[in-house]
């Protein structure tokens, strides 16, 4: 079975780079508020990389994945100045909502857990 080291060490140094563009050298007003670069997957060819983008603010997804998707070629080339690879990988953003989805799960069983302990006094 091949070893996939060499792609996750990748993904890893394209996940510093892209959060370190977008953080600083992105100047469009909405890419804001709070939101996390949780996850990059280079393909094992380095043709093509999946981000996934946590945005907090409900209200602000859908304009930041707009800017994150037109900034998509200035930051390929800002990422190919800051990572040597031999082919600089196409950026494909994905809005993630694991976090949102694992807040409101925590919610639930707050709520279930205040409802047992109130039938039991």
């Known amino acids: ?71 998509s070629g200035f930051i390929r080339r800002e990422l190919g100045r800051r990572v040597d690879l031999r082919y600089v990988p196409e950026i494909i953003f994905e809005l993630d909502t694991n976090i949102e989805y694992a807040a409101h799960i925590n919610q639930l069983l707050k709520e279930t857990n205040s409802h047992v302990e109130a039938s039991d006094d």
Request: aromatic share 4%.
């Open 1 to 71: 079975m091949p070893s996939f080291d060499r792609i996750d060490r990748i993904s890893q140094e394209v996940h510093k780079a892209i959060d370190a563009i977008i953080r600083d050298e992105v100047n469009d007003p909405r890419v804001g508020g709070t939101w996390s670069i949780v996850r990059c997957e280079v393909t094992r060819d380095l043709r093509y990389c999946k981000v996934r983008v946590s945005i907090l603010e409900q209200e602000k997804r859908k304009d930041m994945m707009k800017a994150l998707q037109k900034a």
